[in-house]
């Protein structure tokens, strides 16, 4: 199970973190687009040291290697400017150095095309979301995931995902799921995660 950070600080987060860990949290994805460098130094090296592995950077990546970990995030926009220069260079540094690198798509088109070194892709959103207002799609997914051509990169279901609905987007095709809102919006994010882990885990 995936679990993406809350954009903006929250009380305890350190500690929710660490207790998603020591409930199995598979990867922990740190997305803060407004944190300065010093501050993702001081959030990162707030982590304990055992789980920074298993952190997946969306930014300030120069600082995945500092911080023990070989996994990072290249948002949409990233990747397709990425993609037009020659070489893909960025990506080949990565690449050559055992980086697992994940992306983002918001069309199955999108995720049909990626390059083969992406390990996975969260497709968005597939319910309204919970940590954004008025964002949802209006793609019937469940039909648009059987056009999936796809098989060597995961598929990871994103958007308003929670204990409730956990079930149907698995049925549906997608690989796993990731965790955002139900958490972070939640006053129980350690039992919302235990809730939909027990669903992931028995696919």
Request: proline fraction near 3%.
């Amino acid at each position: 199970m995936i679990v993406i950070s809350n954009p903006i600080a929250v009380a305890n987060e350190t500690s929710i973190i660490h207790s998603l860990f020591e409930e199995g949290m598979m990867l922990f994805h740190v997305r803060k687009p407004n944190f300065g460098e010093t501050e993702m130094k001081q959030f990162l090296s707030e982590i304990h040291h055992n789980y920074r592995e298993r952190l997946v950077l969306h930014s300030y990546h120069h600082l995945a290697e500092k911080f023990s970990t070989k996994r990072i995030h290249i948002s949409e926009s990233k990747r397709k400017v990425t993609l037009m220069l020659p070489h893909k260079s960025p990506f080949d540094f990565y690449i050559k150095n055992d980086f697992h690198l994940s992306t983002s798509v918001h069309t199955i088109e999108d995720f049909n095309a990626l390059d083969t070194f992406f390990k996975y892709a969260f497709l968005s959103p597939i319910y309204p979301s919970i940590s954004k207002e008025n964002y949802f799609s209006n793609t019937d997914w469940f039909q648009a995931i059987k056009h999936r051509t796809n098989y060597t990169s995961q598929l990871i279901a994103l958007g308003g995902i929670e204990s409730t609905n956990i079930e149907q987007a698995l049925q549906n095709g997608f690989d796993n799921a990731a965790l955002l809102g139900t958490i972070w919006n939640s006053q129980n994010p350690i039992q919302n995660f235990k809730l939909c882990q027990k669903i992931a885990l028995s696919y």
